[in-house]
């Protein structure tokens, strides 16, 4: 993420929900806040993708080729990460990398929940002043600034007002890609000091696959480049590391084979893409009581 704006990645992602809204076949996918918390010329290109303006070029109809594909990803991933939300039932909810997350303004669900905003302050100015314009279904939502070359996450969290000792469900959406192995570490460590018993831990990660490659050529141009790939044996294994046990983890195509036939087969290719669900597991100390 270049110094002075927001991730250009966020961008991308809030993109593609607000082209998925409500145009999913066989699926009921909603992200009305989408098309809001986009800058102007993002939202200009929504626009005219859901309009169905034709691109003049090759390079302008591969492009769109690919918006299409990454919009019809967001609904298995959006979905996943919903449901595992809905089913923890937390007071909680701490967004690590929140970027143009809309849960807290379209999840009635989270009308008794504090949410946590976890983000650069680059992004959360630009964000915080499209949100207003929404109407919150969250109970609270608290904007926690986190520069990680000079902040502390843990101290962040507190000056915010995050209770360690009520149960949290930490969402890690499409983040841990981008970060070196001992910046996730160090994450997990926070998290796992600042998780009660019944805290929730959902991880949108990628693992190692060609297609995942390509994807990382075209992120560093964003200045973001990928960092980070796991096998599912070893995110298992990295969350265990710190405290969380795994109940779930899948790839967008078996997400996807849940929601309907049609977009199994347009996420064939999107194996690389995976969703792990963990909770708190019990302290050896604790259970020897």
Not at 48 to 57: E, I, L, Q, T
Not at 171 to 185: A, C, R
């Amino acid at each position: 993420m270049k110094s002075g704006r927001e991730s250009q990645t966020a961008v991308m992602v809030a993109a593609a929900r607000a082209a998925a809204h409500g145009r999913t076949a066989g699926v009921d996918f909603q992200d009305p806040t989408a098309m809001a918390l986009l800058p102007d010329e993002a939202r200009r290109r929504v626009e005219d993708f859901r309009a169905g303006v034709a691109p003049k070029d090759l390079r302008g109809r591969l492009s769109r080729a690919f918006f299409e594909k990454r919009a019809k990803m967001m609904v298995p991933r959006t979905v996943a990460i919903d449901e595992a939300v809905r089913a923890a039932g937390a007071p909680q909810v701490v967004i690590l990398g929140a970027g143009l997350d809309g849960r807290a303004w379209r999840m009635p669900e989270l009308r008794d929940v504090t949410v946590f905003e976890v983000d650069h302050p680059d992004s959360q100015r630009e964000k915080q002043a499209r949100a207003a314009a929404l109407e919150r279904m969250a109970h609270e939502v608290r904007f926690v600034p986190v520069d990680f070359t000079r902040d502390r996450l843990d101290d962040a969290l507190a000056a915010a007002g995050h209770d360690p000792a009520r149960p949290t469900t930490w969402i890690w959406e499409g983040v841990v890609m981008y970060l070196e192995l001992s910046d996730i570490e160090a994450t997990l460590a926070v998290v796992r000091r600042r998780s009660a018993p019944g805290s929730r831990l959902v991880v949108m990660y990628a693992a190692p696959s060609p297609l995942a490659l390509l994807i990382g050529l075209l992120v560093r141009r964003l200045g973001e480049p990928l960092r980070s790939l796991f096998t599912a044996e070893q995110m298992r294994a990295l969350l265990a590391r710190h405290g969380f046990a795994v109940a779930r983890d899948d790839d967008m195509p078996a997400i996807a084979a849940r929601l309907s036939a049609d977009l199994a087969r347009d996420m064939r290719a999107m194996k690389h893409m995976r969703v792990a669900i963990a909770d708190r597991a019990p302290d050896r100390a604790r259970e020897s009581r």
